[in-house]
């Protein structure tokens, strides 16, 4: 396993190759806040697409739903949110910072699970630990209170208590109110899951650690149906096939382990929690959460609507009951930062003249990478950036690859931009294409060069789009 990258590098990494730029920066910036580039992009959205192609398409159990972000408050009501979504907030009365006080604890004392102590607890703690700020150095903490993560906003043209509305906590509540819809529609039998990809917003106290906790994020969760009474086998079923999706991205074992939430630490409406965890820069943290949520959410949601949301078994139309809940629930940015963090690699790399130099290589699985491939004329000479644009436009109408076009600076400079942007295939257009010296028979022939063996290979320019989708 190569040795593990510091978060500095890859905050570098990306904003010096356009991945991830500091929200706002133009105007100073607003605190956590990032905003994904070019690179980003493609990153991301081959994630969601891996994700949905993995977790939906592939399935015939799945479909997939988009709700809207701001919902009737009424549903934080009946989830439980508006009274339960909150941390222990501590003020530091030296400097004024503000803290979670169980991840203070956690990280000053080694300890995991603090959130499930109470207020009092933590209060008591803090003092008699003598846990100093992380601002200050001094340790001076108010009393301990509950804080209500959910952003409040106000729909239409006066702000009052009757145009609040909270911008969603989690995607999950979107598929329970749309449950009756999904029923009457698709008509699914049991078990079967329903699919939202969508933003995130929770007024975390303390964010940071680059984009792996920020206050608005990208979530992509599942709620899986299921008869009751068949909860633990779904469960078990679910937890296997995430972790083998992660290691099938190219995730480590190493750096990856399963926690389970103690009983006095599972959240309102779950009865068992599992994460897996990434050994992280830091230490290890949450990348993702298994809940099951048993018939709770549906059941609140038919008791403040008063519509009936049972399903009717098939087999027996009299058979009428709420179906419980196994919930998969992913982060797209902290994925997308694991997956960086596994594919930064630094290594001596064999140079033309035939010593070693060290490059930075993003050894993304090739299914992540931004782009498939980026071909690149030997030089800025007329005649090959021609050539390579013949190819290039030849490749776009023949595939559907991810394609980049290079042609500044030197071509060793685009090879180590190349592999540090984790493309995993660089065509290369040389005067051997264009059939200068036609006694070496490399006319309409180019190069494919490997981005992590750094093999080079000679192929017909009628074999590429064949070879390329290999
Ligand atoms: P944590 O304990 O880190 O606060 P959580 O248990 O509150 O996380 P869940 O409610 O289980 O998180 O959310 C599911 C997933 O959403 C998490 O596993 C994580 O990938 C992502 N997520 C949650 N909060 C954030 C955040 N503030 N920023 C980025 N991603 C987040």
Redesign the pocket.
């Given at each position: 396993m190569p040795v593990a990258p510091s978060l500095d590098h890859i905050v570098s990494l990306c904003k010096r190759r356009g991945f991830v730029f500091p929200g706002s920066e133009i105007y100073g910036g607003l605190a956590n806040t990032w905003d994904y580039g070019p690179l980003g992009v493609e990153l991301r959205n081959r994630v969601r697409e891996e994700w949905w192609k993995t977790f939906v398409r592939k399935r015939p159990d799945m479909v997939g739903l988009e709700s809207a972000i701001f919902m009737n408050p009424k549903v934080w009501e009946a989830s439980g949110h508006t009274k339960s979504f909150a941390d222990p907030l501590v003020d530091c009365r030296s400097c004024k910072q503000r803290f979670r006080g169980d991840k203070l604890l956690e990280d000053r004392l080694g300890i995991e699970g603090a959130a499930v102590l109470k207020l009092e607890q933590i209060q008591k703690m803090l003092t008699a630990e003598k846990i100093p700020c992380p601002n200050c150095g001094k340790s001076n903490w108010t009393d301990a209170r509950s804080f209500n993560l959910m952003v409040k906003a106000y729909q239409g043209v006066v702000e009052d208590e009757a145009s609040l509305v909270y911008l969603r906590p989690?995607t999950a509540q979107g598929i329970f109110v749309n449950f009756k819809n999904i029923l009457d529609t698709v008509h699914p039998r049991l078990p079967f899951g329903v699919a939202q990809i969508g933003k995130a917003f929770?007024n975390?106290i303390t964010?940071g650690s680059f984009?792996?906790?920020?206050?608005e994020?990208e979530?992509m969760e599942i709620e899986y149906f299921v008869e009751p009474g068949t909860e633990r086998e779904h469960f078990e079923a679910w937890k296997e096939a995430v972790w083998e999706w992660y290691r099938s991205v190219g995730i480590s074992k190493e750096r990856l382990r399963i926690r389970e939430h103690a009983k006095e630490e599972l959240s309102h409406y779950s009865s068992r929690t599992i994460?897996i965890e990434y050994q992280f820069p830091w230490g290890w943290?949450?990348?993702?959460?298994l809940a099951n949520r048993g018939t709770f959410d549906l059941r609140q949601h038919q008791t403040f609507s008063g519509q009936d949301l049972r399903y009717t078994d098939p087999a027996d139309p009299t058979k009428k009951f709420l179906p419980a809940v196994i919930e998969p629930?992913?982060?797209v940015?902290?994925s997308v930062l694991v997956f960086l963090l596994e594919a930064y690699t630094e290594e001596e790399a064999p140079t033309a003249a035939g010593g070693m130099e060290p490059r930075v290589v993003l050894k993304l699985d090739p299914r992540l990478a931004p782009y498939d491939s980026a071909i690149l004329p030997l030089s800025k000479k007329e005649p090959l950036v021609a050539k390579a644009q013949e190819v290039y436009r030849m490749l776009l109408q023949e595939t559907d690859l991810r394609l980049d076009f290079d042609v500044t600076g030197s071509i060793g400079k685009r090879y180590r931009r190349q592999d540090e942007i984790g493309t995993p295939r660089a065509i290369t257009i040389d005067f051997g294409t264009l059939g200068e010296d036609d006694a070496q028979g490399k006319r309409d022939t180019l190069t494919i060069r490997d981005r992590d063996t750094l093999t080079q290979e000679r192929v017909a320019i009628g074999e590429l789009s064949r070879r390329l989708a290999l």
């Open positions: 989690e929770r975390e964010p984009i792996f906790r920020t206050r994020f979530q994460d943290g949450e990348l993702f959460g629930s992913f982060g940015d902290r």
